[in-house]
């Protein structure tokens, strides 16, 4: 008979602010390995790879980034009523299934592998004023500043946009401050701003496509059925969203870790062929997002509980990708690891990261030219991080020194 979630008694974990990201680690790690699921401050933690997994290929949940505005509280016409409001990482059924069938096969990674040689140039004219200098606070100098000019070369926005988007990114990141009262107008100008860029970039690939996602993202068909001008607006929000300060912030991770590992950095230096590899390992180990949510769109009854309508849940991919049933020596890192389940990092199920190649392609890059470049790569200072409750997550401050001149 099964029970109702509310009624059982479970193990509670809260965000201690106080803890640091180790210490949270091994407290998730040691949580998962009893429980599958605790009581987490909006709603339950899930801890196990398993239950993670089947419960993000469970498309009775659905995301719960659609609620971002009802938590807060916040309710305006002008928010909801904007038709890019519709963002595919938060429409559900068959909406959502319409759109991901005409949109992935843009996504490939033949499509991920045109970029590789763009990301290898960013990424040098990124590291040669500090490879002259011999040190570096990576986050601003490189980290922050290398996603902006592959989502336009990827959207197809000339040189001379970098800096709008760039700024365009920050107003529109504010959606996960929090603060949606104070931020919402501020997120809607720039919302509209990037909308009428666009929008005119739209009509000229529209008269004369290009070698880029917009060009297939508008030319991409299934059955018939083509995006409209709004859902390739919203699209173009949504990568710009998605795939911004996720792979900025997973590129501090992994630098932070090799600093913190030079065996393991000297291992990338040495085999370069490990800069894949290396991208698993770090983003199993420190991933820059720790976890997703998700909420029951009707009664759903799972391992014997019953979880009412509405109920939230909160799948810990920290917990998952350190469970001890799938990782041997979870809490080592270790870039030569291989042959293990995939780690939880860019989600699982219908809502399964659309742009895994490309960031992969991102950080490969990024590592091999790194680990060329930097050698002897050491910490120079204190990292500082993100307060981990942040969705998105990884170093403020990275200060790093390494030897000059390559
Ligand atoms: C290291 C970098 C990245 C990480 C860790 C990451 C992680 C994720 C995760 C966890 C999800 C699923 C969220 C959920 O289930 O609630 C997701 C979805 C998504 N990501 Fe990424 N992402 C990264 C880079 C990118 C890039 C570069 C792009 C852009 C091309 C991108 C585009 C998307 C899109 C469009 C979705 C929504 C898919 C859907 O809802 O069907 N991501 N990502």
């Known amino acids: 008979?099964?029970?109702?979630?509310?009624?059982?008694?479970?193990?509670?974990?809260?965000?201690?602010?106080?803890?640091?990201?180790?210490?949270?680690?091994?407290?998730?790690?040691?949580?998962?390995?009893?429980?599958?699921?605790?009581?987490?401050?909006?709603?339950?933690?899930?801890?196990?790879?398993?239950?993670?997994?089947?419960?993000?290929?469970?498309?009775?949940?659905?995301?719960?980034?659609?609620?971002?505005?009802?938590?807060?509280?916040?309710?305006?016409?002008?928010?909801?009523?904007?038709?890019?409001?519709?963002?595919?990482?938060s429409t559900e059924g068959e909406d959502h299934q319409r759109i991901r069938r005409i949109v992935s096969p843009a996504f490939t990674p033949k499509s991920a592998d045109r970029l590789r040689p763009f990301m290898r140039a960013v990424v040098n004219e990124l590291l040669d004023p500090i490879c002259?200098?011999?040190?570096?606070?990576?986050?601003?100098?490189?980290?922050?500043?290398?996603?902006?000019?592959?989502?336009?070369?990827?959207?197809?926005?000339?040189?001379?946009?970098?800096?709008?988007?760039?700024?365009?990114?920050?107003?529109?990141?504010?959606?996960?401050?929090?603060?949606?009262?104070?931020?919402?107008?501020a997120i809607i100008a720039a919302g509209d701003e990037m909308d009428a860029y666009m929008l005119n970039l739209i009509a000229e690939r529209r008269s004369e496509p290009r070698d880029d996602l917009l060009s297939d993202l508008i030319s991409a068909e299934e059955e018939g059925d083509r995006l409209s001008t709004d859902e390739l607006l919203s699209m173009a929000n949504a990568i710009l969203l998605a795939g911004t300060d996720t792979t900025r912030n997973q590129l501090a991770c992994a630098v932070a870790l090799f600093a913190q590992h030079p065996e393991q950095f000297e291992l990338l230096r040495s085999d370069k062929n490990l800069a894949s590899q290396a991208v698993e390992e770090v983003m199993r180990y420190l991933g820059a997002v720790r976890g997703t949510g998700r909420y029951a769109s009707?009664?759903?009854?799972?391992?014997?509980?019953?979880?009412?309508?509405?109920?939230?849940?909160?799948?810990?991919?920290?917990?998952?990708?350190?469970?001890?049933?799938?990782?041997?020596?979870?809490?080592?890192?270790?870039?030569?690891?291989?042959?293990?389940v995939p780690h939880l990092t860019f989600g699982s199920g219908i809502h399964y990261c659309l742009g895994a190649f490309l960031a992969r392609a991102e950080l490969q890059e990024a590592f091999s030219v790194i680990a060329n470049r930097l050698p002897n790569l050491k910490l120079d200072g204190e990292i500082t991080w993100k307060p981990l409750q942040n969705g998105i997550w990884g170093p403020e401050h990275l200060p790093i020194g390494f030897d000059r001149g390559h």
Request: include cysteine; hydrophobic fraction near 40%.
């Open 132 to 185: 002259e200098a011999g040190h570096s606070e990576f986050v601003a100098d490189v980290c922050e500043p290398y996603p902006i000019p592959i989502i336009c070369e990827l959207l197809g926005a000339p040189r001379e946009d970098w800096e709008l988007f760039s700024r365009l990114a920050v107003d529109i990141f504010r959606v996960f401050n929090g603060n949606l009262a104070e931020d919402a107008p």
């Open 298 to 340: 009707e009664e759903i009854v799972y391992r014997d509980f019953i979880f009412p309508r509405g109920t939230l849940i909160f799948p810990s991919f920290v917990a998952a990708n350190h469970d001890a049933e799938k990782f041997h020596e979870p809490l080592v890192f270790d870039i030569t690891r291989e042959g293990t």
């Open 1 to 89: 008979m099964p029970t109702l979630i509310n009624d059982v008694d479970l193990p509670v974990v809260t965000t201690d602010l106080s803890l640091s990201e180790a210490e949270r680690r091994e407290q998730l790690h040691r949580l998962a390995h009893d429980h599958w699921i605790a009581k987490g401050e909006l709603g339950y933690v899930i801890t196990s790879h398993d239950d993670c997994a089947s419960m993000l290929r469970d498309r009775r949940w659905f995301s719960a980034l659609s609620l971002i505005a009802g938590m807060q509280n916040y309710e305006s016409e002008e928010w909801s009523s904007r038709p890019q409001r519709q963002s595919i990482l």
